[in-house]
């Protein structure tokens, strides 16, 4: 980062001035961190609890159980929420709207709702939820806590690459905007 | 959150801190390892109904939420040693989050007032999901 600062500006770098772009690139990143959550976890091969969630499979509302591995290759974003957790079900027409949006880009949407079987079907039918939803043990909540989101609260969302990299992780709501500057 | 024992009076105080709220329905009590019920069960609590917040879910409709400190005077106890153990779950508005329900469990003695919850060893969720969520 610092290098490209320093091509661009076409000017030779003195110490002092690499020092200092350094330290802003630094709280820069900080900053970034924070507000997405764990910054030194924001990107990178997946492993520990995210490569069991991708290896996992969860009871789809069909009853099928249905393993993760089956979007492997897709731009997979992994939605944990609730029908009782509201942050969760406001956020999620922006997904639909991605999922429609973005599909043809290779974006797979997958919701694990750590929830019962009953408010999911309705909420689902009622937003028409244009992507899988599937049934979460409520465990996944103590998983999630070493995915970067240690609390373990909702909503929590992962974006994994087609080659099972990091690319977002999110306590909180996710932006159509950001969605849509992935694929940009 | 500290539980008091005074005058054979359990109650419950809640310092819920702004842009915070908790849901009354998902309340859940035991006391002396016996399930009392929820909040809003007449017979537990002397917690007005008409206290609290009344959100309008666009899922499950007309919701009431405490987002304010508050007490819930609870039931007459006779023994002088108590255990209250109650499940809470509710959500930040600042921070868009929701909470997964939470455990805590308060020993008492009588005459004992404003008592913080002992530690628990961390444990799995899934024992503090059982009524809302069944997996």
Redesign the interface.
């Known amino acids: 980062m610092s290098e490209d600062v320093a091509a661009d500006s076409g000017q030779p770098m003195t110490t002092g001035r690499r020092t200092f772009i350094l330290a802003t690139a630094a709280v820069a990143a900080c900053g970034a961190g924070a507000w997405g959550g764990h910054w030194w976890l924001t990107r990178g091969a997946v492993k520990g609890d995210e490569a069991k969630l991708l290896t996992a499979s969860f009871?789809a509302l069909d009853g099928k159980m249905t393993p993760v591995s089956t979007w492997q290759g897709k731009t997979l974003i992994v939605n944990f929420w609730?029908?009782?957790?509201?942050?969760?079900?406001?956020e999620m027409p922006e997904f639909v709207k991605a999922q429609s949006e973005f599909a043809v880009k290779g974006l797979q949407f997958v919701g694990i709702a750590?929830?019962?079987r009953a408010?999911v079907e309705?909420?689902t039918k009622?937003l028409a939820i244009n992507y899988p939803v599937l049934?979460?043990?409520?465990?996944w909540?103590?998983a999630v806590k070493t995915m970067g989101n240690p609390?373990?609260?909702?909503?929590f969302t992962l974006v994994i690459s087609p080659k099972n990299e990091v690319m977002l992780r999110r306590?909180?709501?996710l932006k159509y905007s950001e969605i849509a500057a992935i694929f940009a | 959150m500290t539980a008091s024992l005074v005058d054979g009076k359990l109650s419950l105080q809640a310092d819920v801190k702004p842009g915070h709220y908790l849901f009354r329905d998902r309340f859940e009590f035991h006391v002396n390892g016996k399930d009392v019920g929820s909040a809003v069960a007449p017979k537990l609590t002397k917690l007005a109904h008409d206290k609290g917040k009344v959100k309008d879910d666009p899922t499950f409709g007309k919701t009431t939420v405490f987002d304010k400190p508050f007490v819930l005077e609870l039931m007459p106890v006779t023994t002088s040693k108590t255990e209250l153990e109650l499940v809470f779950q509710g959500c930040s508005e600042v921070a868009g989050i929701c909470y997964p329900p939470t455990k805590r469990v308060f020993a008492m003695t009588a005459g004992a007032k404003n008592v913080p919850a002992k530690a628990l060893p961390p444990s799995s969720l899934k024992n503090q999901f059982k009524p809302q969520v069944s997996q």
């Open positions: 009871e609730a029908t009782w957790c509201g942050p969760c079900r406001e750590i929830d019962r408010p309705r909420f009622e049934l979460g043990d409520a465990a909540l103590e609390q373990g609260v909702l909503p306590v909180g709501k």
